[in-house]
């Protein structure tokens, strides 16, 4: 979701905007071929999916070779849904650990090949919750559901923040780590050179010794 800069936008309202995310695309796969979209979620957040194939003659209903497999893993390889040869289908669920999702849509080999085009909406955070279901079973008013909306996006900055200061850590470890890596590679080197320097010295040294140069 793209934003454009602007000094008026208050920054809560930026913050809001980065703390709900919205992939609504739509993309091709050729059969025989695997095609996957990532998404970078916090950990305990509720995230949602519908994809769909879109028939390529609306007029006609959808061949039976338009299907294909889903599998939405966690970036530690976890699956959270799976849907074998299917048209159409949908997931749901509550992540446990933080880190890039991927959702991967294969195509089935097919002689010839065709291409199948597939609308993709993925939602997470804010943007997961059904507002008009919670007002309707909750029974509330339209102030009261905009207080509820409200605490939610507030929650879910102060959730965000403290996701990002987390990820600002892991970076500035890994950013230590490596200089510390550098500094002795660096080190290592100039002790590798200045040897091979030294040994190459030694050998001049003793070679013109043996032929009574010095």
Excluded at 50 to 66: F, G, M, Q, S
Excluded at 69 to 86: C, L, M
Excluded at 194 to 205: D, E, N, P, T, Y
Aim: charged share 25%; proline share 4%.
């Amino acid at each position: 979701m793209m934003i454009p800069a602007s000094k008026s936008l208050p920054m809560f309202l930026i913050l809001m905007f980065l703390s709900t995310k919205v992939h609504a695309v739509q993309f091709e796969v050729l059969s025989g071929h695997t095609k996957c979209i990532a998404e970078d979620i916090k950990s305990h957040s509720m995230t949602v999916g519908k994809y769909r194939i879109v028939n390529p003659n609306e007029a006609h209903p959808l061949p039976d070779t338009h299907k294909v497999t889903v599998r939405v893993t966690s970036t530690h390889g976890n699956t959270y849904h799976y849907a074998d040869n299917v048209p159409e289908g949908h997931f749901s669920f509550e992540t446990s650990e933080a880190g890039d999702y991927m959702a991967c849509f294969y195509a089935a080999d097919h002689k010839p090949p065709i291409t199948l085009t597939i609308d993709l909406d993925w939602k997470s955070g804010i943007a997961a919750k059904d507002w008009t279901n919670v007002a309707k079973k909750g029974s509330v008013e339209l102030m009261e559901l905009e207080l509820k909306k409200m605490y939610e996006n507030v929650q879910n900055i102060h959730d965000e923040m403290f996701y990002l200061r987390e990820r600002e850590e892991e970076m500035q470890e890994l950013n230590r780590s490596t200089n510390s890596k550098m500094a002795w590679m660096t080190g290592l080197s100039i002790f590798v050179c200045l040897s091979v320097a030294g040994l190459q010295l030694w050998h001049l040294k003793t070679f013109f010794e043996k032929k009574k140069l010095i």
